[in-house]
T-cell receptor, first 112, second 114 residues
Framework: GENVEQHPSTLSVQEGDSAVIKCTYSDSASNYFPWYKQELGKRPQLIIDIRSNVGEKKDQRIAVTLNKTAKHFSLHITETQPEDSAVYFCAPRQGSNYKLTFGKGTLLTVNP | EPEVTQTPSHQVTQMGQEVILRCVPISNHLYFYWYRQILGQKVEFLVSFYNNEISEKSEIFDDQFSVERPDGSNFTLKIRSTKLEDSAMYFC????????????FGSGTRLTVV
């Protein structure tokens, strides 16, 4: 099955700084690469996703980059704000089924 | 914005009892899923359901688990004889056409087995 590694496990930044979280996966058939934000006690919420035929996608302060050859994709958050504090999960999806395999999560803390 | 609705939000049950967790997926979605998250851990896939049958299930989804879509709107997860280790947050999700992109998760049911 898919093996997903996410780094770092915790990340603390000052407000206004950038944050980068990296996700590596093992299944070369993966073709959809979402990032989820989860606040304490709440559901995972999709914040950005990218498909395998695209290298980069940006949505305001959030971007995702994909390197299919190296089997990794990264979440970039610029101009971080305290409300960005949450756990972030990558969850690549394999090609032949629609199962998401979640990483272990990154706890992002943005200090005011 | 369309939502996936889950009931109940909290459920406490005695070990060995049966529980049914209920979900109403987004109305035009075709793919349905259950995931669970033990407190402080990652989200784990349990089962996917399409065209009225299970399309994939994980090792966690053993004979104690079953899913059903009894009518056109509800999607249920049944645990026949709950164990302490079944205590977790259970999330239902659904996704639409076009390859199952754009998952939407429900707000979850916190199951506590005592």
């Amino acid at each position: 099955g898919e093996n997903v590694e996410q780094h770092p496990s915790t990340l603390s930044v000052q407000e206004g700084d950038s944050a980068v979280i990296k996700c590596t996966y093992s299944d070369s058939a993966s073709n959809y690469f979402p990032w989820y934000k989860q606040e304490l006690g709440k559901r995972p919420q999709l914040i950005i996703d990218i498909r395998s035929n695209v290298g980069e996608k940006k949505d305001q302060r959030i971007a995702v980059t994909l390197n299919k050859t190296a089997k990794h994709f990264s979440l970039h958050i610029t101009e971080t704000q305290p409300e960005d504090s949450a756990v972030y999960f990558c969850a690549p999806r394999q090609g032949s089924n629609y199962k998401l395999t979640f990483g272990k999560g990154t706890l992002l803390t943005v200090n005011p | 914005e369309p939502e996936v609705t889950q009931t109940p939000s909290h459920q406490v049950t005695q070990m060995g009892q049966e529980v049914i967790l209920r979900c109403v997926p987004i109305s035009n979605h075709l793919y349905f899923y259950w995931y669970r998250q033990i407190l402080g851990q990652k989200v784990e896939f349990l089962v996917s359901f399409y065209n009225n049958e299970i399309s994939e299930k994980s090792e966690i989804f053993d004979d104690q688990f079953s899913v059903e879509r009894p009518d056109g709107s509800n999607f249920t997860l049944k645990i026949r004889s709950t164990k302490l280790e079944d205590s977790a947050m259970y999330f239902c999700a659904s996704s639409g056409t076009g390859g199952g992109y754009g998952y939407t998760f429900g707000s979850g049911t916190r199951l506590t087995v005592v």
